[in-house]
């Protein structure tokens, strides 16, 4: 006697059901990418205004940036002795206008060093400025 | 079956608007620091991406009209809630992303840069 072979051994679903099975993917994929939060630093930046160039007040902190290097009121220093040593410049500070720190950066400062230095700044105490450079077209007659 | 098509459709396009508005197609990679917190609930949002472009929430823009821009957005929102989120690719110059930082701080915006944590970086 043959035996008949049943020869649907798949079961698909029922067509209708993929758009619902579409639609509850989507809404799962897009709760998931609404729920990570960002994690970030405050910085408070005093608001931007022009100043003519004046001569350096001695007492004013400086720390200069370029691709590498740090220079803390023109001295070279290591990215690790960094912190301890603004620490300690900031704590002899008492008054809050002495704590602002000018932070001048070489066109070529990558952010992530510029971030890391200025982090350390604040984590110090002290009020990031920046200086910028002004641009300045000379016309030649 | 009408309603499921619909309703999926529907949701297609809203994804697809909101995506306007979005930055998340956007490549940026975030540096590192420590000492983070959460920076909340945010209007506006700046990213420098891996190219060095602007973007002022997913649109590109120069950098000579983001500080207007970005007053446009905040609008007349108290203290506190004038919060910009600063989206910058760890590799960016300061020529590109400080002129950035001078335009959040002229539009009165309070500034949080989105870095990564230095501790759940160095798991990976």
Redesign the interface.
């Known amino acids: 006697m043959a035996i008949r072979r049943n020869s649907r051994l798949l079961i698909e679903p029922p067509a209708s059901a993929t758009g619902d099975i579409a639609f509850n993917l989507i809404v799962f994929f897009l709760v998931c990418a609404s729920v990570q939060p960002d994690s970030g630093r405050k910085q408070t930046i005093p608001k931007a205004e022009q100043t003519e160039q004046k001569d350096q007040q001695t007492d004013t902190i400086s720390v200069e940036l370029t691709r590498q290097a740090v220079f803390l009121n023109g001295d070279p220093v290591t990215p690790k002795d960094f912190g301890p040593r603004i620490k300690a410049k900031l704590d002899a500070r008492s008054n809050p206008a002495e704590k602002v720190v000018v932070v001048k950066s070489k066109p070529d400062t990558p952010y992530n060093h510029w971030i890391a230095v200025t982090s350390q700044i604040e984590d110090a105490g002290g009020i990031v400025t920046l200086q910028l450079e002004e641009e300045q077209t000379v016309t030649v007659p | 079956?009408a309603m499921?098509?619909i309703?999926?459709n529907l949701?297609?396009f809203f994804?697809i608007l909101a995506r306007a508005q979005d930055d998340?197609h956007l490549q940026w990679t975030p540096?590192?620091?420590?000492?983070?917190?959460?920076?909340g609930h945010s209007m506006v949002s700046v990213v420098?991406d891996t190219e060095n472009k602007l973007y002022l929430n997913g649109q590109e823009i120069g950098v000579g009209q983001l500080a207007s821009a970005i007053e446009d957005q905040l609008g007349d929102a108290p203290p506190g809630e004038r919060t910009v989120?600063?989206k910058?690719?760890?590799?960016?110059?300061?020529?590109r992303?400080?002129?950035v930082?001078?335009a959040?701080?002229?539009a009165?915006g309070?500034?949080?840069?989105?870095?990564?944590?230095v501790k759940k970086a160095s798991k990976k």
Do not use: C, R, T, Y
Not at chain 2, 110 to 117: K, T
């Open positions: 079956m499921g098509d309703a999926f949701l297609i994804v998340s540096a590192k620091a420590e000492n983070l917190e959460q920076a420098v989120l600063l910058v690719h760890q590799e960016a110059v300061a020529l992303f400080e002129p930082i001078e959040v701080s002229e009165g309070d500034l949080v840069h989105i870095v990564e944590d």
